[in-house]
């Protein structure tokens, strides 16, 4: 079956550092993988998504991805923090099949952001 | 541009009652789904809806069910509501050709059961 596992319940980092976000699967084919941040309240919005090709993917805001399939990894990364970052951030993978699909969400990373 | 509306925002029920949570998204999507976040948990599916006329349980469908009224709305109630069932309802949509996954969310609905 289809999981994701997200390691950090919580992190704090202080603007301006840089931060990765972990994030592993477990899925039988290739997957396809997706980073989602809600901001406090709101629903959730797409950073980025994995389909094929290119294991690094860019995403909105200045976030990116790389995608490790000998590490069944697909771990967040932004070089430069900033305080609107805070967040909380969700790692998924599609279980894809029939007329549709279904994500499989992990747990998530709450991430906050010291001045 | 609306996008995914859900109303309520906020309700409080006592154990027992039944209750309505309202989805309609306004971008001609053909999927539409319900998902459950609780703490510590993620978010879970509920329900989906693949187009207009089908709907299908996911992982936690017990306590739930779901109407596909149309193309543009998608319902979910809760016909005699528990303390478990607590939590801040989700509804997104996606659009049929769109890739998997790339689902479009509300701002969702927070239900507390007494």
């Known amino acids: 079956a289809q999981s994701v596992t997200q390691p950090d319940i919580h992190i704090t980092v202080s603007e301006g550092a840089s931060l990765e976000l972990r994030c592993n699967y477990s899925?039988?084919?290739?997957?396809?993988l997706f980073w989602y941040v809600q901001s406090p309240g709101q629903g959730l919005q797409l950073l980025l998504k994995?389909?094929?090709?290119?294991?690094l993917v860019q995403g909105i805001k200045g976030f990116e991805a790389e995608f490790k399939r000998s590490q069944s990894s697909f771990n967040l990364r932004k070089p430069s923090v900033h305080w609107s970052d805070a967040a909380e951030y969700f790692c998924?993978?599609?279980?894809?099949?029939?007329?549709?699909?279904?994500?499989?969400f992990g747990t998530g990373t709450l991430l906050a952001v010291q001045p | 541009n609306a996008g995914v509306t859900q109303t309520p925002k906020f309700q409080v029920l006592k154990t027992g009652q039944s209750m309505t949570l309202q989805c309609a998204q306004d971008?001609?999507?053909?999927?539409m789904y319900w998902y459950r976040q609780d703490p510590g948990m993620g978010l879970r599916l509920i329900y989906y809806?693949?187009?207009?006329?089908?709907?299908d349980k996911g992982e936690v469908p017990n306590g739930y069910n779901v109407s596909r009224l149309n193309k543009r709305e998608f319902s979910l109630r809760l016909e005699s509501a528990a303390p478990s069932q607590t939590s801040v309802y989700f509804c997104?949509?996606?659009?049929?050709?769109?890739?998997?996954?790339?689902?479009?969310f509300g701002e969702g609905s927070r239900l507390t059961v007494l």
């Open positions: 998924a993978v599609a279980a894809y099949g029939g007329a549709t699909n279904k994500l499989i």
């Open positions: 899925y039988g084919a290739t997957p396809y």
């Open positions: 809806s693949a187009s207009e006329g089908t709907t």
């Open positions: 971008m001609n999507h053909n999927s």
């Open positions: 994995y389909f094929s090709g290119d294991t």
């Open positions: 997104a949509s996606r659009a049929a050709g769109q890739g998997p996954g790339e689902l479009f």
